[in-house]
């Protein structure tokens, strides 16, 4: 339906577009048309909202730069006349590249407004993110992704801005125009022009950015911010005329901040500009443990989140049932870490222990399985059984087996295959040639991984000479 214009707003508004080919075209299509119900009621120009795309593909490709449309009605078909470029999707290469158009003044970049990329993405990436995003948000990119895949939700929560609840959606193609309208309000907060607003908000600091009023010649700003309930707690940092944004950390969680920018300069008088911001609950690490990458004799453990309050964390595992366990220390920056040295097929119970700056501690556990390590079976033996018929017979192997197959391919007459109980330990082989020289395996069976076959040549003698056999081990 019809949108009211959206007005005093300025910024440039940069598209991440997978443009690859594990996106489908009738992906591609519904991106494209999110894409521009998006944007629809922004007010287009030089000194309002400006955009642009960039392709993921194997080489990152500007589609158009950001002062090349002005207008809703050529943005718009700009848009639709978009093309997928296919190749591979090379999406570090790509925020690479944005970096260097964001702040381009050939692709039509401003230097003073606000910077804002909004990432669509089916969750894949041939290549890292993690430092070329880290670099665009260190230089004030505020980043949007909307996720239409099965994407890794810790690495693209810490790729999206802070906080992911605002910053990060997960959703079908289809189903693009739920996330529509949050979105676009989301990116009005940090595009509004000419006032005082905070991004970034979190449960201890917040980022204050505010339009360009002085530079580094003409004044300073006073910066004064207290929680509402107690001013008489509040605090003043100075910076200097060629600032536009300040963090302010080290702050209470759920408290609302009154906050007042007082530009102080020489020259011209500027009023002084408040704003009200109320930190974040503070985040409770960790809520959530996933246990990946499973083998007979360790796996991965990785959690979320992971807020700066945190100082380190502390990882205990042991079997079940048992008493002995072990520790492992991680740094706090860090969201994993692999264990190891463990008994196969053996269930862990894990668990993970945050440590926070002010001394307490918060725990989650979670169960872990080794996977059944695989095993052969051993002394494979034949017994003449009468005119072409063999006994084969084999020794156990190890672990919990779920059962054995044999395997005879015959040098005349087809190949067989049979499947036995992990109580048994023999079987009869029939209808083999007399003469012929056949192949005989036996593999056993397990739950989560095959097992290693043992393989022997049998040898018939011709029916001329005495009835029997005789076996080789292949060199």
Known sequence: ???????????????????????????????????????????????????????????????????????????????????????????????????????????????????????????????????????????????????????????????????????????????????????????????????????????????????????????????????????????????????????????????????????????HYFPPQTTRVTTLAEEVSPAQILISESGPHSFHVSWAPTPESVVGYQILYGPLPGNSVKLLEVDGKHNSTRVENLAPNTTYLVTVTAVYKSGKEKSLSAKACTQEEGSKVRHLRFEDMGPNTLKASWDSADGKVLGYKVRCRRQIGPSSVLSVSPQIHSVLLTDLASGTTNKVCVKPVYKNQPGKGLCRMVHMQPATEAQGYKHRQRA
Do not use: C
Request: charged letters at 20%; proline letters at 6%; zero cysteines.
């Open 1 to 267: 339906g019809p949108q009211p214009a959206i007005s005093n707003s300025e910024g440039d508004l940069l598209f991440l577009l997978d443009s690859s080919g594990s996106v489908s075209y009738y992906e591609f299509s519904k991106v494209k048309e999110f894409m521009w119900d998006l944007v629809r009621p922004f007010t287009f120009g030089r000194k309002d909202v400006q955009a642009s795309i960039i392709h993921i593909s194997t080489t990152p490709t500007m589609e158009f730069p950001f002062d090349q449309y002005l207008s809703s009605g050529t943005l718009q078909q700009a848009i639709r006349d978009t093309q997928q470029l296919m190749g591979d999707t090379n999406t570090g290469k790509a925020l690479s590249y944005a970096k260097e158009k964001l702040f381009s003044n050939e692709a039509g970049a401003r230097p003073d407004v606000p910077k804002v990329l909004v990432w669509v993405t089916d969750g894949f990436s041939t290549d890292d993110i993690s430092e070329p995003m880290q670099l665009l948000k260190d230089m004030g990119v505020t980043v949007f992704i909307v996720s239409t895949g099965r994407g890794n939700y810790l690495q693209l929560s810490a790729a999206a801005s802070q906080p992911p609840e605002k910053h990060l959606h997960f959703v079908d193609v289809d189903d693009l125009p739920i996330i529509t309208e949050e979105l676009r309000d989301a990116i009005r907060d940090v595009i509004h022009a000419n006032r005082l607003h905070a991004v970034d908000i979190t449960s201890s600091s917040f980022r204050l950015v505010w339009p360009e009023l002085l530079s580094q010649e003409t004044g300073y700003y006073t910066v004064e911010y207290g929680p509402t309930d107690d001013l008489s707690r509040k605090r003043t940092k100075q910076v200097s005329g060629a600032h536009t944004s300040l963090v302010l950390s080290n702050l209470a969680p759920e408290t609302t901040y009154e906050v007042a920018l007082i530009p102080e300069s020489n020259i």
